[in-house]
C-alpha cells in the first residue's frame, strides 16, 4: 500500500489504471483471456498480414484494442485521432513497451474522422482490410445544452455512416467495428441514444460494393480508470488533494482497460456479422458500489475515507486536511440521464451463442428503414446550418420515432453542477 504522504501526487505512469482495475472488478487475471486463448487460432487467420486502420486509436479503449491487436502480427496498423497529444503518447508508449522489430507498419494522423480530409486519406491509401472506430463522445453530460448535443450527434451518428460509407465504396473491406456501450441498451439519456443510433447505421448500411464485409460492435460495463471516467478523476483529485465524490447507493459494472480491448478485439474480427457482443455479467456478483469502490481507492493509497453530504464541508476538510483521513462526498443520483440500474440488452433483444464462454451475441433487430433515414436528414441539416431551430425537446421527440424504447430521464440538475 502506497504512503498517506504520497496520496497528494499518485504515480501516474506505466500501467497504474491495469495495477487499480482490480480495486473496481475485484479481478486479478482478465475474465475474457480464456476466450482469447481459445480464439487464438482464429483470430491469426483474420489479422496476420492484415491492413487495419483505428480510428479514436488515442483513447483509454482504442489503446488498449491496439495493444491487444499487435501480437496477432497485422501487416500495418495506422492510427487516427484528433487528439494529437494522446497519439504521441500512444507511440511513445508502443515502442517502449516492444522491440521495435515487432511493430507492424505504426502510422498516426491527427485527423477529424468524418471531414474531407479523412475521406482523401481513405481514397489515397490502399484499402484497409479492417476498420475499427472509437471515436465517440462518450458522457451523459455532453447533452446539457444543445450545441453539445448536436456535436454528440454528429459525432457518435453521422460521421460514423459516413466514414463506413467511404470505406465500403472503396471495396474490399472484410470487417468494420464500431464501439457501443450498455448505455444503448433502453436508453434514458442523449448519449446512450445516440450509439444505439449508432448501431442501427453501422448495421443497416449499403453494402453493394463490399458485400462480404463483416460488421460487428460491443456494449460493455464501465471501463474501470479509462480517460475522463469517475474513476480517472478520483486520482486526478487525489493529485491535487481535492475531495471525492461519488453518487450514494449506486451499483455498476467494471472491466479494465484489458478486459475492454480483448472484448473489442473478440467483437472486431469474431463477431457474426450484424452482431453486437456483451459481457456475461451477473448482478448478483459483479455489480459493484461506487461509493466503496472509492472507499478502497483511498485506502490504496493509504488513505482513511472521510464522507461527507455537502460540497462545502467536503472542500472545507481537504483544505484543512491533516493525517490519514480523505473527503469523500456521497451525492444522490439525481442528475439528467442517470441510470439506477446498468443491462447489456434492450427490448425485445436477446443474447444467443457465439461460441465464447464469457461473451454473448446479440443479433440486430432493425429498424424501419424510412424513419431512420428521415432522422438522419433532419440532423445533418441542423448541424450544417446555423439557421434551423435545434430545441432539445424536438430532438427527444425526433429520436423516439426511431427508437421508441428511448425513455429520456431529465432532471433539473445536471453533472456540471455536481463537485
Given at each position: 500500500?502506497k504512503k498517506a504522504s504520497k496520496v497528494a501526487n499518485p504515480h501516474f ?317 456521497l451525492t444522490p443520483l439525481d442528475t439528467s440521464g442517470e441510470k439506477s ?79
Amino acid at each position: 500500500m502506497k504512503k498517506a504522504s504520497k496520496v497528494a501526487n499518485p504515480h501516474f505512469g506505466g500501467d497504474l489504471p491495469d495495477e487499480l482495475a482490480v480495486l473496481a472488478t475485484g479481478r486479478s487475471r482478465s475474465l475474457f483471456a480464456e476466450d482469447v486463448e481459445r480464439s487464438r487460432t482464429k483470430l491469426s487467420r483474420r489479422i496476420a498480414g492484415r491492413r487495419i486502420l483505428v480510428v479514436g486509436g488515442a483513447g483509454s479503449i482504442g489503446s488498449a484494442t491496439i495493444r491487444a491487436v499487435i501480437p496477432f502480427l497485422p501487416a500495418c496498423l495506422h492510427v487516427v485521432d484528433q487528439n494529437e497529444n494522446g497519439l504521441t503518447e500512444l507511440v511513445r508508449d508502443l515502442r517502449s513497451r516492444l522491440d521495435p522489430g515487432l511493430l507492424p507498419d505504426l502510422r498516426t494522423a491527427p485527423l477529424n474522422f468524418g471531414s474531407p480530409i479523412m475521406e482523401r486519406f481513405l481514397a489515397e491509401n490502399p484499402p484497409y482490410d479492417y476498420i475499427l472506430n472509437f471515436a465517440a463522445l462518450k458522457h451523459v453530460r455532453s447533452e446539457k445544452d444543445s450545441f453539445s448535443i448536436l456535436q454528440m450527434l454528429d459525432t457518435n451518428v453521422i460521421k460514423p455512416r459516413r466514414l463506413l460509407q467511404w470505406a465500403l465504396n472503396r471495396g474490399e473491406l472484410q470487417g468494420y467495428f464500431s464501439v457501443s456501450t450498455d448505455k444503448a441498451a433502453n436508453p434514458v439519456n442523449l448519449m446512450g441514444a445516440s450509439k444505439r443510433l449508432m448501431e442501427h447505421v453501422i448495421f443497416s448500411c449499403d453494402r453493394a460494393k463490399s458485400p462480404d464485409c463483416r460488421i460487428a460492435s460491443a456494449r460493455f460495463a464501465n471501463v474501470a480508470f479509462s480517460d475522463g471516467s469517475l474513476l480517472h478523476g478520483w486520482l486526478n483529485r487525489l493529485a491535487k488533494g481535492q475531495p471525492l465524490a461519488a453518487p450514494r447507493e449506486t451499483r455498476r459494472y467494471f472491466v479494465s482497460l484489458e478486459e475492454a480491448g480483448q472484448i473489442c478485439l473478440l467483437a472486431a474480427f469474431l463477431a457474426p456479422d450484424r452482431h453486437l457482443l456483451a459481457p456475461r455479467l451477473d448482478p448478483a456478483t459483479d455489480l459493484v458500489d461506487l461509493s466503496q469502490v472509492a472507499a478502497r481507492v483511498l485506502r490504496h493509497f493509504g488513505c482513511t475515507p472521510e464522507c461527507f453530504e455537502l460540497e462545502a464541508a467536503a472542500r472545507q476538510a481537504a483544505r484543512r486536511r491533516r493525517g490519514a483521513k480523505y473527503p469523500l462526498l456521497l451525492t444522490p443520483l439525481d442528475t439528467s440521464g442517470e441510470k439506477s440500474y446498468e443491462e447489456f440488452l434492450g427490448a425485445g433483444e436477446r443474447g444467443v451463442e457465439a461460441g465464447m464462454k464469457q461473451l454473448m451475441a446479440v443479433p440486430y433487430l432493425p429498424v424501419e428503414p424510412g424513419l431512420l433515414a428521415a432522422l438522419l436528414r433532419k440532423v445533418e441539416g441542423l448541424v450544417s446550418s446555423p439557421r434551423r431551430r435545434a430545441a432539445t425537446p424536438d430532438l427527444i421527440v425526433e429520436i423516439q420515432r426511431v427508437l421508441p424504447e428511448f425513455h429520456h430521464q431529465s432532471s433539473t440538475r445536471t453533472l456540471d453542477q455536481r463537485l
